[in-house]
């Protein structure tokens, strides 16, 4: 039986940041399934199809890594892919908080799925989403942040 963990988030657009999660994750993990996040709270800037593509091209050569999209919660997410855990990223103390919560929420959700956290390579400690939105908005060059197919169409 292969060990399946999901990585869900946002991924508007995904950074070489959440890549270093999946490629970390691939070390205690057979599979990894990246969960693409509606949010529509969030007001994204690229539209739920375009990031799921971003990240499926990104990790097209990688059969052990799949991406969905979805839109109810996480435990329902896990359960029809037969995942054990629930991984995701750490920068910074100021990641830790909402973290923290997430993943107690969702224990009481269900307890059968754990939550898994790595820690940032040190040189994407400050890479987030946001600051890639927001840099190249500005015409900043965030060419060694991204994976090519953001690149292209940020
Ligand atoms: P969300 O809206 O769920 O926070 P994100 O796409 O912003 O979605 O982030 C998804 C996950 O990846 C989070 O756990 C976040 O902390 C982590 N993450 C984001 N950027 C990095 C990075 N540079 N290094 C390590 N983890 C990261």
Same mark, same amino acid.
């Given at each position: 039986?292969?060990?399946?963990?999901?990585?869900?988030?946002?991924?508007?657009?995904?950074?070489?940041? !959440?890549?270093?999660?999946?490629?970390?994750?691939?070390?205690?993990?057979?599979?990894?399934?990246?969960?693409?996040?509606?949010?529509?709270?969030?007001?994204?800037?690229?539209?739920?199809?375009?990031?799921?593509?971003?990240?499926?091209?990104?990790?097209?050569?990688?059969?052990?890594?799949?991406?969905?999209?979805?839109?109810?919660?996480?435990?329902?997410?896990? !359960?029809? !892919?037969?995942?054990?855990?629930?991984?995701?990223?750490?920068?910074?103390?100021?990641?830790?908080?909402?973290?923290?919560?997430?993943?107690?929420?969702?224990? !009481?959700?269900?307890?059968?799925?754990?939550?898994?956290?790595?820690?940032?390579?040190?040189?994407?400690?400050?890479?987030?989403?946001?600051?890639?939105?927001?840099?190249?908005?500005?015409?900043?060059?965030?060419?060694?942040?991204?994976?090519?197919?953001?690149?292209?169409?940020?």
């Amino acid at each position: 039986m292969k060990r399946t963990a999901i990585y869900p988030g946002t991924f508007d657009p995904i950074t070489l940041g !959440h890549v270093d999660v999946v490629t970390r994750g691939l070390k205690v993990f057979d599979r990894i399934v990246i969960g693409v996040a509606e949010n529509p709270k969030k007001g994204p800037m690229f539209d739920l199809e375009t990031r799921l593509t971003m990240v499926r091209e990104t990790f097209a050569d990688n059969e052990n890594i799949e991406a969905v999209s979805f839109t109810g919660l996480l435990v329902d997410l896990a !359960h029809e !892919h037969h995942a054990a855990a629930l991984l995701r990223g750490l920068r910074a103390a100021s990641d830790f908080e909402y973290e923290f919560q997430m993943a107690t929420m969702n224990r !009481h959700l269900d307890e059968r799925i754990e939550s898994v956290f790595v820690m940032a390579r040190e040189d994407y400690t400050f890479v987030s989403s946001r600051f890639i939105r927001e840099i190249s908005e500005m015409g900043g060059d965030v060419t060694s942040l991204v994976p090519t197919p953001v690149l292209s169409r940020l």
